[in-house]
């Protein structure tokens, strides 16, 4: 059984790129995203219209993962096309290229490390610190993690969390989140005022509040499950929050297709060299991944992952807010 840096080092023959795949999955899924828009505005009927929308803010979470790995360096670097691509994209779904790569970074070397994971994820803090705190964070910290608050990821992770609060915090960084807000919001006017509220709906808002609030759930269930684990910042190890603080996402074909096979989280976090395209092939062929923490897209699991609310340091699991108040 490979442990530790021996396991990591046996997913570097994985995290090499085909550009030909690498390409030929940006503009497939490219075309993917132009059928909807291309169905909401010729097919004159609106059930219709909130299919092809619904096909949009899927692909929207799709190309978000191929994104973020251009972002990972794990594909498409030095082309100049790619960069200007994703520039954009980053600017559309208010995930503007500075913020994101920060905070995602800092998240990939601090996840589930208690009291520093917060930066670029959901806070996680221990009974002790939570009832020890004002009644005023507390409450912060509940509405941060309430499943109403992640529901609404378009307005509360990407309008406020990614855009607002970088740009006011240092906005020479992060210029570029408020080029993202004009930007986003002067391509939703003018789709609500040549289009008329049935296109506005179904091409821009309804899209914007799927994938956002989908791309806001992902984000949390990968690293808030029942079987999750947190670590004081001494026993803490980058490949254990990998293995025991990721999750992996079982779900069929057509939602890895539409997730970019970011359910192989836990591999995702091992080694985020390695392309998206490339972590079924890393799960296949090295057996210790097989044996991952899993939730999924049922309601069940969602429920039980929505559930959650404070790391018990005694019991070594997260509890919900019945058996915190209890």
Known sequence: MLEGRQLILATNQFAKEDRKKSWFYLISTL?????????VV?????????????????????????????????????????????TIYGWYILAPVSIWKRSHD??????????????????????????????SERFMYMFIRHPFTIALGYIFAFIIGMCLRSATSSLSKHWDSIVALVFHFSIGTLIFYFGGWQIGLCAFLIPALLSSAMGSYLFYAQHNFPDVVYEEKEGWTYIGAALNSSSYMDLNPVMHWFTGNIGYHHIHHTNPRIPFYRLPEVYQNVKEFQNAKKTSLSIRDIMKCLQLKVWDPEKRRMLTKKELYA
Do not use: C, E, M, W
């Open 42 to 86: 010729f097919i004159p009927y609106f059930i219709v219209r909130l299919l092809f929308a619904i096909l949009i803010g899927l692909t929207i979470v799709r190309l978000f993962i191929i994104y973020h790995d251009y972002l990972h360096h794990s594909i498409l670097q030095n082309s100049l096309l790619a960069k200007i691509i994703f």
């Open 106 to 135: 800092y998240h990939h070397a601090h996840n589930s490390k208690l009291y520093t994971s917060s930066i670029g994820s959901f806070p996680v803090v221990t009974k002790d610190k939570f009832f020890s705190s004002p009644k």
């Open 31 to 39: 075309l993917v995203l132009g059928i909807g828009y291309a169905g």
